[in-house]
C-alpha cells in the first residue's frame, strides 16, 4: 500500500506557472505507475499525465501536451507536475494517483486502473 500527499496548488494568474509534488510513503514506491489527475466545479475527474515506473516514458492529455511536465524521484519517493502557460480552464482539485497493473499504452489514461489516490491540491486560475 502507498500513501500519497499532494502539494503545491495555489492561486496564479493566467500565463503563469505552478509546481505539484506529490510525496509517496512506502518502500515500493518505484514498482508503481504514477499519475496526475484532475476535477473541476461539477464535471468528471479527468486524466492529465503519467510517468511509467522508470521515468522514462511519459504521457499526456492533449490539452496539456506541450505546457505540462511531469517527472518522477524514485530515490525521493516523489513525483511532480510542472504546470506553464495556466490557463483559467485548468483550474481543479490535482490528484496524485498511482496504479499497479498498468501496462499498455491505454491503461496509463485509465482513471479505474490507478488504486490509490491523495486527497487533492486546489490549483485556481485567474483571467
Known amino acids: 500500500q502507498v500513501q500519497l500527499v499532494e502539494s503545491g496548488g495555489g492561486l496564479v494568474q493566467a500565463g503563469g506557472s505552478l509546481r505539484l509534488s506529490c510525496a509517496a510513503s512506502?518502500?515500493?514506491?518505484?514498482?508503481?505507475?504514477m499519475g496526475w489527475f484532475r476535477q473541476a466545479p461539477g464535471k468528471e475527474r479527468e486524466f492529465v499525465a503519467a510517468?511509467?515506473?522508470?521515468?522514462?516514458?511519459?504521457y499526456y492529455a492533449d490539452s496539456m501536451k506541450g505546457r505540462f511536465t511531469i517527472s518522477r524521484d524514485n530515490a525521493e519517493n516523489a513525483v511532480y507536475l510542472q504546470m506553464n502557460s495556466l490557463k483559467p480552464e485548468d483550474t481543479a482539485v490535482y490528484y496524485c494517483?498511482?496504479?499497479?497493473?498498468?501496462?499498455?499504452?491505454?491503461?496509463?489514461?485509465?482513471?479505474?486502473?490507478?488504486?490509490?489516490w491523495g486527497e487533492g491540491t486546489q490549483v485556481t486560475v485567474s483571467s
Open positions: 512506502g518502500r515500493t514506491f518505484s514498482t508503481y505507475v
Open positions: 494517483a498511482a496504479g499497479i497493473n498498468i501496462y499498455a499504452e491505454r491503461h496509463y489514461y485509465t482513471r479505474e486502473r490507478y488504486v490509490y
Open positions: 510517468i511509467n515506473r522508470s521515468g522514462g516514458s511519459t
